[in-house]
């Protein structure tokens, strides 16, 4: 009957409302927000909206709001003060966020509880590059690993947790070469592969952010293997002129490393047959 069934939504209210302290306490405040909407439904179902243990919930819910409003606002003034993009950022030399900056950022997003594999995986990323820019290479590295590891490999993964990946690799290949000693166990060409292929499945090879993984794709290979490092070049200019015309910077940018590449491969293979002429005759 009706009673029986108050007295159940009541019961449920009551436990609904402990583990909304409970989420408090862990100072999981969006969580806690949530369950006490759903209190508040049942009591204002069961005792009406004027009741006053109705208005005591909705009291905690105003509160609970403005908490989180506080640490919003908290958290865009840190980002402004720090004066970059930081939401899924990539690693470049204008790409500065100081080491105060990330622990607030830090302790921001932790307090605002955020859960899903790709928003922590971010966060991690953007941790990954203030550690980067402060030269502690093996937080960032630590950073980008568990970043990685959240994130699905299937054939269901969505195309946000694809492009946070494709940024994981690229950032965890920038960090490889930036500091070889203290790196991950892949090269991170091949970092840089990965990275390629999934930013071309998302946007096709002829978008920005592949344009320029392509470009830092060529780059890694320099002073590494010379044929590899044309091969990618290459491609990297025949992209640029679909992309951009004859007469762009950025073609004459690429013909001018091309053209190094060319230079280094040559005076490389000089030194070889000087090397050997000089062992034959001896």
């Keep these: 009957n009706t009673t029986l069934m108050n007295s159940i939504r009541m019961n449920i209210a009551s436990t609904l409302t402990h583990v909304a302290h409970l989420e408090m306490r862990r100072k999981e405040l969006f969580k806690a927000q949530q369950t006490l909407s759903q209190v508040l439904e049942l009591q204002s179902f069961v005792l009406g909206d004027s009741h006053a243990t109705t208005l005591a919930t909705q009291k905690k819910i105003g509160t609970l709001s403005n908490q989180l409003n506080s640490l919003y606002n908290t958290l865009e003034k ?16 204008d790409n500065f966020l100081n ?10 997003i932790d307090f605002l509880n955020s859960t899903t594999p790709t928003n922590l995986a971010q966060h991690y990323n953007n941790l990954a590059i203030c550690h980067h820019m402060c030269d502690d290479v093996s937080n960032a590295l630590r950073c980008l690993n568990e970043g990685l590891d959240l994130l699905g490999t299937g054939d269901d993964v969505s195309s946000a947790e694809l492009l946070q990946r494709a940024t994981l690799l690229s950032n965890l290949a920038i960090v490889t070469l930036h500091h070889p000693d203290g790196s991950a166990n892949i090269a991170p060409q091949t970092l840089l592969r990965q990275s390629l292929e999934i930013k071309k499945h998302l946007f096709g090879g002829t978008h920005p952010t592949a ?10 290979y320099q002073g590494v293997d010379y044929e590899e490092c044309v091969r990618w070049f290459k491609e990297l200019l025949d992209v640029q002129l679909e992309c951009y015309g004859d007469h762009s910077i950025q073609v004459a940018t690429t013909y001018g490393k091309l053209s190094s590449v060319y230079l280094m491969g040559a005076k490389l293979a000089n030194t070889n047959t000087t090397t050997t002429t000089t062992t034959t005759t001896t």
Excluded: G, H, R
């Design 78 to 93: 840190m980002i402004d003060l720090a004066n970059l993009p930081v939401q899924n950022s990539e690693i470049s030399s």
């Design 99 to 108: 080491l105060f900056f990330a622990e607030k950022y830090s302790a921001c």
């Design 211 to 220: 344009v320029a993984n392509l470009a830092t794709l060529a780059q890694s």
